[in-house]
């Protein structure tokens, strides 16, 4: 048991070098799939085009796209998707939209490039997707499913419910207690979870849904919170978030976190 533990250990240590080493993409990763809300495998594709064109040579591709407003990142995903079509279908040169965005953005780059190129590049892209970003961005992946899944479920409820289903309810607060509308939150010791980091989180997913966040009060200036309760406008929004589990595990900006339903003491 003490060989395996240390294996354990050690394949934690080596993907948090691996994290760390790939910090900045999977921060433009993280913006594809939970900003502009891509499909987590074709977002993977787009940053696998992305860091195939700096191995090729194209210097500081991800580092730059990050600098750029979202608007502008949105469009060069539009781009990028033209660029993984013209891959596959070279021959289909004359029916490519434009990337006026990526050229400008790249110095020397175009689809002439991609076309002398094509088998390189299919391969390339391929090679590091598999190589690479299926192995960075495994975390960030599974947290990207699961939020689209907890979207789609909100979505759900909304259609049967209406919007009041999940958006504060003056009347709902009179009937249901709020122990009765709050989850128990608990984080990793060493990776700080900032309140506005979980409110900014369930918000982008569910919209105006918290009435409150209780942080774990601490007295020294370096300790860091180890958990909050969460407090609802809805009770809905527990059995959302759990989807008939007793827990739900989270990843909000590269850290983990716990989500149950809270208990109150002496029940």
Not at 33 to 42: G, I, N, Q, W, Y
Not at 120 to 137: D, E, H, R, W, Y
Not at 140 to 163: D, H, M, P, W, Y
Request: with cysteine.
């Amino acid at each position: 048991m003490e060989g395996f533990a240390h294996s354990h250990t050690n394949s934690q240590v080596s993907q948090a070098k691996l994290h760390s080493f790939h910090t900045i993409d999977r921060m433009l990763y993280a913006i594809l799939v939970a900003d502009l809300l891509c499909d987590p495998t074709d977002a993977m594709q787009i940053i696998a085009f992305w860091l195939w064109l700096e191995q090729a040579g194209f210097r500081n591709v991800v580092k730059r796209i990050l600098q750029l407003p979202l608007m502008l990142i949105d469009e060069l995903v539009h781009e990028a998707n033209i660029c993984l079509h013209f891959i596959k279908n070279p021959q289909a040169i004359n029916e490519i939209g434009d990337i006026h965005l990526t050229l400008r953005l790249i110095k020397d780059f175009s689809l002439e490039y991609l076309h002398k190129n094509q088998t390189l590049a299919q391969s390339g892209v391929k090679i590091v997707c598999t190589n690479i970003c299926m192995q960075a961005f495994s975390d960030l992946t599974q947290n990207a499913i699961l939020q689209n899944e907890v979207r789609k479920r909100a979505q759900s409820q909304q259609q049967i419910f209406g919007n009041q289903a999940l958006l504060p309810n003056g009347s709902g607060n009179g009937v249901v207690p709020a122990d009765q509308r709050t989850m128990f939150v608990t984080f990793s010791k060493g990776y700080s979870v900032a309140e506005w980091e979980i409110r900014e989180f369930l918000e982008n997913i569910f919209g105006d849904c918290i009435e409150s966040i209780y942080m774990e009060d601490v007295t020294e200036i370096d300790d860091q919170p180890l958990f909050a309760r969460i407090v609802f406008y809805q009770a809905s929004m527990i059995y959302l978030i759990l989807n008939g589990l007793s827990k739900a595990s989270f990843i909000i900006n590269g850290k983990h976190v716990r989500m149950r339903k809270f208990v109150p003491k002496g029940e």
